[in-house]
Nanobody, 124 residues
Framework: KVELVESGGGSVQTGGSLRLSCGIS????????WAWFRQVPGKEREGIARIIQPGDNTMYAEAVKGRFTISRDSADNIVYLQMSNLQPEDTGTYYCAGGPWSGLSLRPAEYHYWGQGTQVNVSS
């Protein structure tokens, strides 16, 4: 069974930083796409960033380019999201997700595996 467990959320002020972690277990394949999504109540889940395994090719939503960095520790099976210069509009529940093919986009429907989410609150 594939399990994704997020951690690292919290509350910060505008301009602050956080690093989210996603621990991955039970995934049997060599190829995958791992991603971070966020959601606020009343809105659709939004793709933030994704990274391809193998190769570590990355993709970002326009709203976070230059501020967020997705990375992967293949030895420990962890995917990170380093978030800098956080803004109030970054507030939401952040989800880690995985799909069994390389090269997926940032559409939620393409992902099979989901974590439970971690909350990020950015205050002005």
């Amino acid at each position: 069974k594939v399990e994704l467990v997020e951690s690292g959320g919290g509350s910060v002020q505008t301009g602050g930083s956080l690093r989210l972690s996603c621990g991955i277990s039970g995934y049997p394949n060599h190829r995958a796409t791992w991603a971070w999504f966020r959601q606020v109540p009343g809105k659709e889940r939004e793709g933030i960033a994704r990274i391809i395994q193998p190769g570590d090719n990355t993709m970002y939503a326009e709203a976070v380019k230059g501020r967020f960095t997705i990375s992967r520790d293949s030895a420990d099976n962890i995917v990170y999201l380093q978030m800098s210069n956080l803004q109030p509009e970054d507030t939401g529940t952040y989800y880690c997700a995985g799909g069994p093919w390389s090269g997926l986009s940032l559409r939620p429907a393409e992902y099979h595996y989901w974590g439970q989410g971690t909350q990020v609150n950015v205050s002005s």
